[in-house]
Structures are given as C-alpha cells and as structure tokens.
C-alpha cells in the first residue's frame, strides 16, 4: 500500500479541507496525511493532500504562487465579506466599466492586506472567527500580499445582480474576500465574493485534480497512476546529484562538501528575490538525489551553511 506521496484533490463545495483530509485518511488508511492550504467551506478547486512523509514538505511551499476564479456580487455588505454570511446592508450600485477597472487596478503587486474577522487567523491563541461568533472585537493589523496579476473577465452592470468576474494570482495568505470588499469600496457601493474556484496552487492545476468520489473508490493501481512524488512540488529548490556512497552518509546526517556534489540547479530565490519576507535558508535550499538503481533518488532537503561551507540536510526523506 502507498505510504507517502501527493495527490492533488478538487475540493467540492459544502466541504471543509479537514472533511477532505478525513476521506483521504479513510480511503487510505493512513493516519498522517495534511493539505497545503485551506479553502473555504463554500470554496472549491485544488487542494493538494500531503501523505505520510511528504506532509514534510508543507512548509516548503510558502512561496508557491496561487491562482483563484471568482465572482463577486456589487451593492451587499455581509458580515463575512461572502454571501453566505448574514447581509448587514444593501445599496444601489451605479458604476462604469471604467470605474470597475480603475477600482481593481490597485490590486497590483506588494499591497497592505487587513484579514477578515471570519477567518482562521491566530490572534492572542484564539482565530478571529471564535471571537467574531461572540461579538467581540479584536485589533487586526494589516499585512503584505503580492498580486501577481488581477485579470477582470467579465463585467455585468446590466442585471438585477451586478456582478464582476476576475482571475487573480497571489501569495499565500491572501483573503480574496476582501479584495472583493476592498474593491467595492473603491467603487463607492458593497462587493462580496459570490464563488471561488481555485484552480491553481504552486505546481497543482485544476486539469489534473481528481474528485472526491474517484478517491473514495480508487483502487492501488489508480493510486499510483495520480500519486505525485514528494519532491515535484519543491521546485524553487536547487539540486545536487551524488554517488550512492554519499547519498548514504548524507542519510546518516553527513554535511556535504560541494565538491563531491553534481549541482545540476540553484535556487530559483539564490538569483532574484521574493516579493514577500522568506526564510532566508530557502536561498540556499537543494533537493538531493542519490545515484541508486541506476537512477536519480530522492533523498531530502539540505541547506548550505555558510559556516561549514557544507549542504547540511534540513529534513531526510529517504527511508531504505
């Protein structure tokens, strides 16, 4: 049976990420299995799952770029920021198409973001959506997304709703409910997020996502043929190759001299930087490979330390 690995998920609607986790570990029948990022309940699209040993590799993948479609409704203010929520105001909506695209102009790179009060942010211990179910107010302070692009759709201004449709690619922890109220502001009325389809996260695509239903059904052989290795999705790594003799000390916690590694890649961020704050040892992460069986093995993450002038292994994934 399958130990570790990724499988990349199409979350339906009406569905937490944990109701998705909980399948996956009934179908499984592993108990260590994670997901990569959460969607909302009412949300839908990829949720990479993590099995086993690959759930290691989650914190790797902050700087993976998200990709999300979504509709908002203009003239309705809820508490949510989304139409599921309660609607605390309503008001008419008379805005352009110019207007619309101005308005949405401003999403464009490094901006200040303030999170939603129905969300799972820690604040003091406890998420914000707990204090929010109780009526209290807690001080939320703003913080840096990237927008890597925002591209509007279609417009509808015509309607009894007016609706904006938009794709729009960003960081981890942006809250596209609120570039949806955020903009409606900007336009002088409400915005709320209507529908929200993620259809891309890091490597993940909505293309190549299975269904909940082929999980609860998939037999090992199916399993195989969709499972993603561990190391696909670290892929702003660099990458060393070296011998099966070293790939055993490596295993063993030996630091790696560079002269007795192949350096096939460097780090994408060794080069350029990020647009956000980043673990600074993530400039100097490789994924290494051991020469086993004829063929490249994935054999963990290792960071070069400058004290040492060596690759010290960070998290070992190679089990014999």
Known sequence: MIQNGILNINKPQNMTSHDVVAIARRALGIKKIGHTGTLDPMATGVLPICIGRSTRIIEYLDMDIKKYR???????????????????????????????RKAFAAFDGVIDQKPPMYSAL???GRK???????????EVKSRKIFIKSLDIEHIDLEGDEKTVTFTVECSKGTYIRTICQDAGRAMGCFGTLASLDRVESGIFSLETAITIEEL??????????????????????GKVVVSKDVGEKFIMGWKLPLYLCEVQKEPRYASEDFYLPMRDEFKRAYNVYGLYDGGETFLGVAFYDEKYKKLVADKVFYVR
């Open 122 to 124: 820690k604040v003091n």
């Open 216 to 237: 609860k059904t998939m037999d090992e052989a199916w399993l195989s043929a969709h499972l993603i290795d561990t190391d696909q999705p670290l892929h702003n790594f």
């Open 70 to 100: 979504c509709t908002m409704i203009l003239g309705i203010q809820t508490d949510t920021q989304d139409i599921w929520g309660e609607v605390l105001e309503r008001c008419d909506v008379n805005v352009t198409e110019a207007e619309v």
């Open 128 to 138: 914000l959506y707990e204090y929010a179910r109780e009526g209290k107010e807690v």
